[in-house]
């Protein structure tokens, strides 16, 4: 006589097993989706086409700096200085233009004094084995002071050809299709590269990829570059937007490039990210930024919101890696 002892798990158990599972791996989504709905049933003007539009707008300088700083968490860094080195890179290609030199140029020079100033924080990091935390610290300090330097504290005129990124293409504002290209461009190197994929075994277990033969230095530093090079392009497309480089621009910027990668299900202890979840998260913070300036909240309560948002994503990063 046999007996069977085999366990089967009751079907409430499994379908709450596989409910969790999918909060897991789409909470981003979820979670944008529940906002969209409040702000619909808050205010119907939250659904319109134009407001639409204007929403990622806002989501797009905060989705730029926040591909570059995946690539940073992803490999188990922070980058605190994306906001100053924006502003830096804008207030830079004004400099250019206003000094006579073609507008093209400034279109170039911006992006290159950000992958300058992140290249400099990543090899202050990975060479000179400060944590990344004060290297970044720092050149969030000397990049402000830099862009008052350069500025003299006074907001820089832009060439038609950096004005023009401001503008719309065919009905979709230009801003959002740099978003869309830099989003393309993050997830192939993240997901199909040999360096993308390098990044996650370095931020899974950095001692591990160094003793299987990853340049774990030279991978650090040319991260912290790439965030420095999207900040520059961010700064271009602040700077259209406002058709001039403002030296106070961009401040409080890195947290919320922090707070989308987060938010966007990315672990802040490195190996985890994806260039989806952080537009995601760069939507979810916009999204709730327009509803709230819809619903005549003041600016003093939506820092309050936004703070509230940040430390309930980094708590749930902190959940996640306790329970896996």
Known sequence: MSTDTTT???????????????????GALVGLVLVCVAMFIATPDFLTTSNLLNVGVQAAVVAILAFGMTYVIVAAGIDLSVGSV????????GWIAASGMPGVLALVVGPLVGLLAGLVSGLATAYGTLPAFISTLAMLSVARGLTLVVSGGRPQSMPPEVSWLGNSVLGIPVPILVMLVMFAITAFVLNVTVFGRSLY???????????????????????????GLYAGVAGMVLAGRLSSAQPQAAVGYELDAIAAVVIGGAS????????????????????????????????????????VVIALAVGMDVLRRKTS
């Not at 924006?86 to 290609?93: G, P, Q």
Request: hydrophobic letters at 50%; proline letters at 3%.
């Open 86 to 93: 924006a502003a830096l890179s804008a207030v830079c290609a």
């Open 201 to 227: 075994a370095v931020g899974g277990n950095e001692e591990a990829a160094r003793l299987s033969g990853l340049p774990v230095k030279r991978l650090t530093a040319t991260v912290f570059a790439l965030s």
């Open 8 to 26: 089967r798990t009751p079907a409430p158990a499994r379908r709450g097993r596989r409910i969790g599972q999918f909060l897991s791996d789409n």
């Open 268 to 307: 802040l202890a490195g190996g985890q990210g994806r260039a989806v979840g952080t537009l995601i998260g760069a939507l979810v913070l916009a999204v709730i930024r327009n509803g709230l300036n819809l619903l005549n909240v003041s600016s003093f309560w939506q820092q309050v919101v936004i703070g």
